[in-house]
């Protein structure tokens, strides 16, 4: 089976949808359901000035790549790209629900024309679909949404899609999240899988090593929010299952365990918006992020591997100033921790050469009425260097990019 799906099969399975009645915002009839559709239509100039790890033909950027020289002693990756990209192009679904066990029922389907994976650019997949039940003082949500280290209302208001990643934790996943609100403060617990943010392992990068662990990713977070300020505090557990087999032929039930923790925070004064966040954790590869796992100590005649996690440390502010021209800048470091031992195998993971990454991102956006026009300059530069025996790099030699991005948005 094609796994993309082609416009005429989309409009095929949207057709019924559109024809459904939309509820109006005062509907008198709580039995009565619905679904209201918006979005918009995007399309994305970008220039760079090297060569980039980055997603779906550049357009997510993560860093710049590191120096490869020719016979000639000249660095391949040192050449200029650009690309002119409408996959960003968003359709989302908003579904109003009767009441239910008590609580008001709602839910979203969203999706984009971004694909699953760089051979199906252009191709529709889903980012958003759940069922979300509220109560008086708590609430339910089931299905595909952000994960919870990715705090809607503290991320940054970059133009770029990656969203500040790898400074920022980037992840959407299938979970069950509930909240419970006492006062101005929310306790959230969430049990999430992976769909199509995954963990790197012996066989790349699959939802397997955490399914096989039958144990879900949790979550804890405490939020504060009054009408100008958001603080919160969160811990993240997660614990993989790298293989099943050796490469000896023999059952393993090694696992890996990450610990990871996050701060933030969101001022607004005025026209002035202020957000910062930091991230100290371990095996975040998932969510775009530094570290992975590696092997600590191999058996010898079973080849059961043990594993150490790897570490980073982020921390991104985002300052920002509305007015007929709204101007903001973003700026971000992370930097590689290593593993608390001894590597002797294979790193599992993004960025096992660099030491650290720095981005510095200013933008201009200028909206009139449903039309918004950006445009943003991106700076990053990325350290590499080579790993030592506890998977900390050594003598690094700074490359950097610069993006210029030219966004054009229709929201409807």
Not at 265 to 275: C, F, M, N, P, R
Not at 285 to 297: E, F, I, N, R
Request: charged share 20%; net charge positive; proline share 4%.
């Amino acid at each position: 089976m094609n796994k993309r799906m082609n416009l005429k099969t989309f409009f095929a399975m949207l057709l019924p949808a559109l024809m459904m009645p939309a509820i109006p915002a005062g509907a008198s009839d709580p039995g009565q359901t619905g679904i209201r559709f918006s979005g918009f239509v995007r399309t994305d100039v970008l220039y760079d000035t090297r060569q980039t790890e980055s997603l779906r033909e550049g357009h997510f950027l993560i860093h710049p790549l590191n120096e490869a020289l020719d016979a000639e002693g000249n660095d391949v990756h040192a050449g200029a790209n650009l690309n002119i990209l409408a996959v960003q192009t968003r359709l989302t679904g908003r579904v109003d629900g009767p009441p239910a066990f008590g609580a008001k029922t709602s839910g979203l389907i969203e999706g984009s024309f971004f694909g699953n994976s760089n051979s199906d650019i252009n191709g529709f997949r889903l980012r958003h679909a759940f069922l979300n039940l509220r109560w008086q003082n708590s609430g339910l949500l089931i299905g595909q949404f952000w994960h919870p280290m990715f705090v809607t209302d503290v991320f940054p208001g970059t133009i770029s899609f990656n969203t500040g990643a790898p400074f920022q934790p980037f992840s959407r996943n299938p979970q069950v999240r509930y909240i419970r609100t006492f006062g101005r403060l929310d306790l959230l617990a969430a049990a999430l899988s992976q769909r199509d943010f995954t963990s790197s392992g012996p066989a790349g990068s699959s939802s397997a090593y955490l399914r096989n662990v039958a144990i879900p990713n949790l979550h804890l977070q405490f939020q504060v929010k009054t009408a100008r300020t958001v603080v919160g505090f969160g811990g993240d557990w997660k614990r993989l299952k790298p293989r099943l087999v050796t490469e000896k032929s023999y059952r393993t039930d090694e696992t890996v365990s990450g610990l990871s923790f996050l701060a933030y925070a969101k001022l607004i004064a005025g026209k002035w918006t202020w957000k910062m966040e930091g991230v100290t954790g371990q095996n975040l590869t998932d969510h775009l992020m530094l570290g992975g796992y590696a092997a600590g100590s191999m058996g010898g005649e079973t080849g059961r591997e043990t594993y150490r996690p790897t570490g980073v440390r982020s921390v991104w502010t985002d300052l920002s100033v509305a007015g007929k021209v709204t101007a903001g800048c973003f700026l971000g470091y992370t930097v590689n921790q290593g593993a608390d031992g001894e590597i002797t195998g294979k790193i599992y993971g993004r960025g096992e050469n660099i030491q650290s990454i720095t981005r510095i991102a200013p933008r201009l956006v200028i909206q009139s009425e449903k039309n918004q026009w950006a445009a943003e300059l991106e700076y990053t530069a990325a350290a590499f260097g080579t790993p030592d025996s506890r998977g900390k790099v050594q003598d690094a030699k700074t490359v950097a990019n610069v993006r210029l991005l030219l966004a054009a948005t229709l929201f409807f």
